[in-house]
């Protein structure tokens, strides 16, 4: 199924696949704007539109930033901006799909899928390395859009979430012998996750203490959850 979305200067595209049922698909939907032949062409001025917008998102955030400053910043002559994008909420949808459901980083369930694989603390090290720096960014406009998200992008996101919640919760079942109905499992698991985001998020307060010792603190911390999960809950 396809919609028609409305631009920012009144013209009307196509968006793109909605599930029969009106479920959000893995990615977020991005508008289809086809007036541009060029494709190379259309990908540079994208980039460039992306990027001013992810910089600005997190300086001033997602409501203060216009179409304006979003030109301003990339350069994009702002009588051209809709051959490229619909409108800001296109250009945060692309961000996203970019940033978070597209990345090609292994979220930590496929990290931990190989029963060869490393312990689950270097797993866990490599995996916060990893958010806390290259993909510091995504992480930050993830948690920051939630409130500027339509109902189905925000099933698309929560879907994810689930996902990850649920697939990360098997592994520590198996890994502790948890029982099947051990809620710890899950509030374990939601910690894990959350904790990608720790430090993105709060290193406003916590940027002169060495990575490597909040990163080993927090590692230290889920292990020994992790540890008292195979203790029975009396």
Known sequence: ???PILTENGNT???GPVSPEGG??????EAEV?????????????????????????????????IRDICARSGVNQASIYDYVANKQDILRRLLNRLWFRSSAPTLPERLADPEGPPLEEILRAFFTEGWNARRDGTMLAYRAVPHLDAQDRRALHERERHLLESLSIY???HTGAASDDERVEVVANFIIFS?????????L???IDQKTEMRTVIDG?????????????
């Open 1 to 3: 199924m396809e919609g």
């Open 13 to 15: 595209t196509t968006a």
């Open 24 to 29: 959000a698909s893995r990615d977020l939907v």
């Open 34 to 66: 086809n007036l541009i032949r060029n494709p190379a062409l259309i990908e540079m001025r994208r980039e460039q539109l992306l990027d001013a917008a992810l910089a600005l998102f997190l300086e001033k955030g997602f409501a203060a930033t216009t």
């Open 172 to 174: 520590l079942r198996k």
């Open 196 to 204: 990608n985001a720790f430090a993105p998020l709060r290193d406003w």
């Open 206 to 208: 916590t940027r002169d």
């Open 222 to 234: 889920i292990m020994a959850m992790v540890d008292r999960l195979r203790v029975p809950e009396p």
